[in-house]
């Protein structure tokens, strides 16, 4: 069993920051030399399907979306098993409900944001950003 938690949502107005942070706990399947961590963000705005922000995998690469243009930046702490979301510069159609996603990818492997590689999964955390 694998719990997901988010944190840090909340209401901005239109150029504000947010800080979301997730933490997995429970039987997180272990990085190692053949398999490592793949843990992701993604979106779903009302009325709109589930889109992916961000991801990130064991050696730091990470991934993004093209909507996120420089202004969101994905980290973990190792330690803490925890994932973080810095949103910088948000829009009003940064506006959605955020999760965290977590599961393996073989060594090696690039982040993607792919739904279906991420068997875990947090309720969500909402950002509204306001004009």
């Known amino acids: 069993q694998v719990h997901v938690v988010e944190s840090g949502g909340g209401s901005v107005q239109a150029g504000g920051s947010l800080r979301l942070s997730c933490v997995a706990s429970?039987?997180?399947?272990?990085?190692?030399?053949?398999?490592?961590?793949?843990m992701a963000w993604f979106r779903q705005a009302p009325g709109k399907e589930r889109e992916g922000v961000a991801a990130?995998?064991?050696?730091?690469?990470?991934t993004y979306a093209d909507f996120v243009q420089g202004r969101f930046k994905i980290s973990e702490d190792n330690a803490e098993n925890t994932l973080y979301l810095q949103m910088n510069s948000l829009k009003p159609e940064d506006t959605a409900m955020y999760y965290c996603?977590?599961?393996?990818?073989?060594?090696?492997?690039?982040?993607?944001?792919?739904?279906?590689?991420?068997?875990?999964w947090g309720q969500g955390t909402q950002v509204t950003v306001s004009s």
């Open positions: 990130i995998v064991s050696d730091g690469r990470t």
């Open positions: 996603a977590t599961g393996s990818l073989p060594a090696n492997a690039r982040p993607l944001l792919d739904e279906v590689l991420f068997p875990y």
């Open positions: 429970g039987n997180i399947p272990s990085a190692d030399h053949m398999t490592w961590r793949h």
